[in-house]
C-alpha cells in the first residue's frame, strides 16, 4: 500500500507539473526534460508511467473528470428533482473550468481540436461525465418536469457549448474575472429552463437555491401545505410536482 501511495503521489506530481507546462507553453514547445525536472523525477520515471508525452497529455483530463464524476455521483443522490440536478453540474462544470484555469485552457484550447484526443479513454471519460447530464435532462422529460418533444442531446448542447463558450472568451480575454461567469449561471440557467418547461395552468415561482438551503426550503414547503389543509378544512391532493 505505501508503495501504491508513493506511485500516485510521483505520477500526480508529473500530471501537475505537465499541466502548467502545456498551459504556459503548448504541447509542442513543452518537453519531458522539463517537465520531470519540475516534478521531481527521473525522464525515465515519465516514459515508465505514461508511456509518451501525448499519452501524459492525455491523461490529464482522464484523471480531472474521473474525480468530478466521483464527486458528482456522491451528491446527485441528495439533490431532487431534474431542474436542481442540472444546475448542480454545470456549476460544477464551471467550478472546475474556473478554479483550475492551467486545465480549461489545456481541455478547451488544445485537446478539443485533436482529432486524435477524440479517440482515447480520457475523451470516452468526458463523454460519460457528459451523459451525466444527458441523464437529468431525460429524467425530467419522463417525469414530464420538462415538454416532451424536447431534444434531449440539443438541450445538453446548449448548455455545455454556452459554458465552454463563456470560458473560451474568459482565456481569450486574460481569464481575471471569473465571478462574472458564475454570475451568469442564474440568468443563463433561466432562460434554457423556461424555454424546455412543462406549460402549466397554475402561476410558478422559480426559486434558485444554494444546495444548504434546501433544507429549510422543504420545511416552508411542509408548513405551507400545512396551513393550506388547515384553511380548506379538509384534505386536499396536491399532484403538483415536488
Known amino acids: 500500500m505505501t508503495e501504491q501511495k508513493k506511485t500516485k503521489g510521483r505520477k500526480d506530481r508529473i500530471m501537475e507539473?505537465?499541466?502548467?507546462?502545456?498551459?504556459?507553453?503548448?504541447?509542442?514547445?513543452?518537453?519531458?526534460?522539463?517537465?520531470s525536472k519540475k516534478a521531481g523525477v527521473s525522464e525515465a520515471t515519465i516514459y515508465e508511467y505514461f508511456g509518451t508525452k501525448e499519452d501524459l497529455l492525455f491523461a490529464i483530463p482522464e484523471k480531472v473528470t474521473?474525480?468530478?464524476?466521483?464527486?458528482?455521483?456522491?451528491?446527485?443522490?441528495?439533490i431532487k428533482g431534474a431542474e436542481a440536478r442540472i444546475r448542480a453540474i454545470i456549476h460544477g462544470y464551471i467550478r472546475i473550468y474556473g478554479d483550475n484555469p492551467d486545465y480549461s485552457a489545456l481541455v478547451l484550447l488544445q485537446l478539443t481540436p485533436n482529432k486524435r484526443f477524440r479517440q482515447t479513454n480520457a475523451h470516452a471519460t468526458i463523454r460519460k461525465a457528459a451523459h451525466m447530464l444527458?441523464?437529468?435532462?431525460?429524467?425530467?422529460?419522463?417525469?414530464r418536469t420538462f415538454k416532451q418533444n424536447i431534444n434531449?442531446?440539443?438541450?445538453?448542447?446548449?448548455?455545455?457549448?454556452?459554458?465552454?463558450?463563456?470560458?473560451i472568451?474568459?482565456?481569450?480575454?486574460?481569464?481575471?474575472a471569473k465571478e462574472s461567469?458564475?454570475?451568469?449561471l442564474d440568468p443563463f440557467m433561466e432562460i434554457i429552463l423556461k424555454g424546455i418547461r412543462s406549460k402549466t395552468d397554475e402561476p410558478s415561482?422559480?426559486?434558485?437555491?444554494?444546495?444548504?438551503?434546501?433544507?429549510?426550503?422543504?420545511e416552508l414547503l411542509q408548513a405551507s401545505e400545512a396551513r393550506e389543509k388547515k384553511e380548506s378544512g379538509l384534505p386536499r391532493k396536491d399532484n403538483r410536482a415536488r
Open 205 to 218: 415561482l422559480t426559486l434558485r437555491l444554494n444546495l444548504d438551503n434546501t433544507r429549510v426550503f422543504r
Open 66 to 78: 474521473l474525480e468530478a464524476i466521483a464527486e458528482t455521483e456522491r451528491v446527485l443522490p441528495y
Open 181 to 184: 461567469i458564475m454570475d451568469l
Open 134 to 143: 444527458l441523464d437529468c435532462i431525460r429524467e425530467g422529460i419522463v417525469d
Open 17 to 35: 507539473a505537465a499541466l502548467r507546462s502545456f498551459a504556459a507553453k503548448g504541447f509542442q514547445e513543452s518537453t519531458i526534460a522539463e517537465i
Open 169 to 176: 472568451q474568459w482565456h481569450l480575454q486574460g481569464g481575471s
Open 152 to 167: 434531449p442531446h440539443l438541450v445538453r448542447s446548449m448548455l455545455l457549448g454556452t459554458i465552454e463558450h463563456l470560458f
